[in-house]
């Protein structure tokens, strides 16, 4: 099976889409951004042994890729529009793409955003680059910048559940219960925030989706916004799944597990009563946990107000790590 | 070096550029494409050890990449304006990186394109996603579709040269001469045919570039369009490097060698003159190879106007390897 022939036998499906005018097949994907829209732009890449284990299926790895691509317009409150996709495989496997293709194209449709080109190529390792386009009115992209001293720090969802998710994937326990079949689930299918990060905007000074971990993102917000900030562990939103599993990582985890992608918020204290019933009527948790201040720095405190030192060094170290 | 460094140092350079709101260094690059243009994006992925040898100089690598993906803009009639690129590299080696970002940087310049994103990963094997973004006046993108029998087939530069020059670099020749050199430049650094794609739109009825070969691109021409092609491979424009250096392999280069990054355009008779002037005030070769027909599929025909059987199997030996 040659390029071309895979391309149409397996992506050729999506490409129909609000603003597509030449979608897989030309030299160009040819699209319209609506008047009075700007463009929002992210690229992401997962690799073979660094990003997923091999042994991933293919459709969960499909899932994966398209959530944490999304997030990240979420992370800009835009509304998700087109995806190209940059593949290298091994080889032109049926039995690998076909439910990759199958699962991208339904994960495609539950995000809104339509597949309009790609590049398949073949390379000794599973390399994927997703690059996804959004919409989002001009002027209103939500960015990292923007914090203020006095803010409410607010996160949505849970916090560590995909760390401790892969974590049950690196040592299989013997008889997975419903609870590490959920955390599973929440590392192999982020959803995106895009309703939530949508419907908050206009009452949000600055934000980002967790991808590196709460401590990493975060000091990217307060870097970008020359602010700090004051976390409290107590507050930090933690599932069930997660304490009952986990008990002894799950605080660790929450802090700079990573890739929960979850939205990672500064809102004005007047504006959080606001939030938090927007976010009610979702159906999605947000919690305070903790405010900006003009001090630099990300400080982390215990429930007794101790700063909590060792936590730099797990965030030093992530930062080392390409 | 962690990823943020390794960003900040090398990366950050470029994200000045026309409709840039946000560029590199948040979630999303934020964008706004100007009234009354559409926007053409491509992504092309160049994988170590099967587009390029590990050997090539990185400075070399970064003008391959952007001149292969800038290309696509110009088989769209698209102006140049953002670029985003994902890079996985083995590591974070200076030594490879300082001469790879100032020549991405010097590319870009050249190009007009603004880097304003990206995403950095780590991967035994070094793979380049590269994303281009171009804005093209609505409804004029250049399309493989809208051939039309009696159209002449016309192509840019000349063809084989950049096959040749990848011929030398494997098998080196121990004194190379100014021609081989030349046409090593061919092979390193395709130069995208932008402002002769963007002058000849009003007159052409269909185009796209040359990256896979002439006989596998104008096939897909043929394909999109309905249509078939004669071809006369007297007309083959040829350098004279080429044919001085490589006279055994030439044709079949020019043929089917790919990666020459020239357009090839299906123009309508009463508009080849001018088309043929425009391109002369540009000082770009532009030269009449064949002419569509209605008659399905590609016939490519020798000086004495018979038809060459052979290079059928090539065509499908190319088709076959993805």
Request: contains cysteine; negative net charge.
């Amino acid at each position: 099976m040659g390029e071309f022939e895979l391309i149409r036998r397996y992506f050729d499906h999506a490409a129909a889409g609000a603003g597509v005018i030449e979608g897989i097949g030309d030299d160009c994907a040819v699209l319209q951004v609506p008047a009075g829209q700007e463009l929002a732009v992210s690229i992401d890449t997962l690799v073979e042994g660094i990003h997923f284990l091999s042994e991933i299926p293919p459709a969960e790895l499909a899932w994966r890729l398209i959530g944490a691509a999304v997030s990240d317009l979420a992370a800009a409150a835009a509304q998700p529009a087109w995806l190209t996709l940059a593949l290298t495989l091994p080889k032109a496997d049926p039995e690998w793409l076909e439910p990759f293709a199958r699962a991208l194209a339904e994960c495609c449709e539950q995000q809104g955003i339509a597949l309009v080109g790609g590049d398949t190529t073949r390379g000794d390792r599973l390399v994927l680059s997703a690059q996804v386009h959004g919409w989002v009115e001009a002027g209103q992209a939500l960015l990292r910048k923007g914090a203020q001293p006095g803010d409410r720090v607010l996160v949505s969802g849970t916090l560590g559940d995909s760390r401790a998710g892969l974590e049950s994937l690196l040592h299989p326990v013997s008889a997975p219960t419903q609870e590490i079949r959920w955390l599973q689930q929440r590392f192999y299918r982020p959803e995106p925030r895009i309703t939530l990060a949508r419907a908050l905007r206009p009452h949000v000074h600055a934000g980002l989706d967790i991808s590196d971990g709460l401590l990493a993102d975060l000091s990217h917000m307060l870097d970008a916004s020359g602010v700090g900030a004051d976390i409290e562990t107590c507050c930090l939103p933690l599932s069930g799944a997660l304490a009952h599993c986990y008990p002894d990582q799950a605080l660790n985890w929450a802090l700079s597990g990573g890739e929960d992608f979850e939205l990672c918020l500064a809102v004005p204290e007047a504006a959080v009563t606001t939030c938090l019933q927007l976010a009610e009527q979702q159906g999605v948790r947000l919690t305070g946990i903790g405010r900006i201040t003009d001090v630099p720095g990300l400080r982390v405190n215990d429930a007794e107000g101790r700063e909590l030192a060792g936590l730099a060094q797990g965030y030093d170290h992530f930062k080392e790590s390409p």
